[in-house]
């Protein structure tokens, strides 16, 4: 059961422990099929034909591909890189007991804070590094089994089992050493980043679990991993993107940062980035603004964000009817109060899109008395206003450390993706052609 894809994806999220390790991995797999990278604060030369792509913070990444003529408008697919976990506070050695030495952290989005507890677990993020006068952004990956946060022992918390609430202050520090170890955060950081310790300025460093993606079940009909929320999508548009034929749109990929969090930053889809970006490439077209608001109105959107399959132990917490399962295809989401994008609209042109990619598709929405959080789709249409459908692969345990999803609904994505970002849409009045 597509064995071989759902291995790339544990390597794409194994190699994508943060979102700037994601933008850094889609970057290195658009280069290698020779887009060419666009830095924002440059003049852009783009050519019909032409194949580019642009990051903002290093966390996130737009790519796109221009058609040889004249475009009709844009066809666009964006999910995003970061996924909950703890942030390591500036200062964050913590004594504790006496004996220990813990990292003081914050959390970052709204994790299961459970899963998280015996697990192995590292750091990764960004170091800025002052070098010749400069500041230098860093990579950083401690790539070995480094912190874990324990669990108190049944012994002494006997309500253990009767339902925990956790406080992220006292019982989610991960434990890094013991009170008399040599190694001290910053000479570890230091080590990882080949800098001088006393040449580090900031950083952005974040837990996340070490644990391998698997594949399994009597049939190997489920995966599981880190992360896959949302990195299964965003591995499976880019997949698509890559593989996508040219057509009468221009395909555009976007990978966003600090969805968790709400998007309101100068990366995530509340910002003008991909505005922006749109906008520049009508520029570089000798477009007009007449231009490009015309161009936004036969183009299309999909945004891409893991969706929930009905829990095994607990149905009930699903609709009545609308109930998606794992390995059934692509769920299409839905919500009256707009936390989704999807109208009918909307819904009709995805899944007229999947049927001619012999895709199958699922519908989703909450029990009507559980409201659900929203997603980049209706955050990034307050600034680039175009017909947006909110789509995702269906999962169990969103927001655990670990993940699980269906074995087949990678592939069924990749091919919808392909589809997608090589057809156009036409809207004239009412009536709209998928071609």
């Excluded at 194949?51 to 995003?80: D, Q």
């Excluded at 009905?310 to 009817?321: C, G, K, M, S, T």
């Excluded at 990619?357 to 659900?372: C, F, H, I, K, L």
């Amino acid at each position: 059961m597509n064995k071989n894809i759902n291995e790339q994806l544990f390597d794409f999220i194994e190699k994508s422990p943060t979102a700037w390790h994601a933008a850094e991995n889609t970057a290195e797999a658009l280069k290698a099929q020779g887009f060419t990278e666009l830095y924002e604060g440059e003049d852009w030369t783009i050519a019909g034909g032409g194949k580019y792509f642009t990051r903002r913070n290093g966390s996130s990444v737009i790519a796109f591909k221009l058609p040889e003529n004249h475009f009709r408008g844009f066809m666009i697919m964006a999910a995003h890189g970061d996924s909950p976990c703890f942030k390591v506070k500036f200062r964050p050695a913590v004594k504790a007991a006496g004996e220990y030495i813990q990292l003081n952290c914050e959390r970052y989005g709204g994790m299961i804070c459970s899963s998280w507890l015996d697990r192995p677990l590292s750091l990764a993020g960004r170091v800025l590094v002052k070098q010749n006068g400069k500041l230098r952004s860093k990579l950083v990956n401690i790539d070995r089994d480094l912190v874990m946060i324990p669990n108190v022992a049944i012994h002494m918390d006997r309500s253990a089992n009767d339902g925990k609430s956790y406080n992220a202050n006292v019982d989610m520090l991960p434990l890094f050493s013991g009170a008399d170890g040599k190694m001290s955060f910053e000479d570890i950081l230091a080590e990882a980043a080949e800098a001088e310790k006393e040449n580090i300025v900031s950083y952005d460093m974040f837990t996340y679990c070490r644990d391998k993606g698997t594949q399994w079940g009597a049939n190997l009909e489920y995966i599981s991993a880190p992360r896959l929320d949302d990195l299964q999508c965003a591995f499976s548009c880019l997949q698509g993107f890559l593989k996508a034929e040219n057509g009468n749109s221009v395909p555009v990929l976007c990978i966003f940062d600090n969805e968790e969090v709400g998007s309101g930053t100068k990366q995530g889809a509340d910002s003008s980035f991909l505005e922006d970006t749109l906008s520049r490439i009508c520029e570089k077209q000798g477009m007009n603004r007449g231009d490009y608001l015309r161009a936004l109105n036969q183009s299309f959107m999909v945004s891409a964000d893991n969706a929930h399959a009905v829990h095994p132990n607990h149905p009930e917490l699903a609709d009545r009817n609308d109930r998606p399962k794992m390995n059934r295809g692509i769920v299409i989401k839905h919500n009256a109060n707009q936390k989704y994008t999807t109208d009918g609209v909307s819904a009709a042109v995805f899944s007229e899109i999947c049927g001619r990619a012999e895709v199958p598709v699922q519908s989703y929405t909450n029990r009507a008395d559980m409201p659900g959080g929203s997603t980049l789709g209706n955050i990034s249409s307050a600034h680039v206003s175009i017909d947006s459908v909110d789509i995702g692969l269906p999962q169990l345990a969103m927001h655990s450390a670990y993940e699980t999803a269906g074995a087949d609904d990678t592939a069924y994505l990749i091919k919808a993706a392909e589809y997608f970002f090589g057809s156009a849409v036409r809207r004239q009045g009412e009536e709209i052609e998928i071609f």
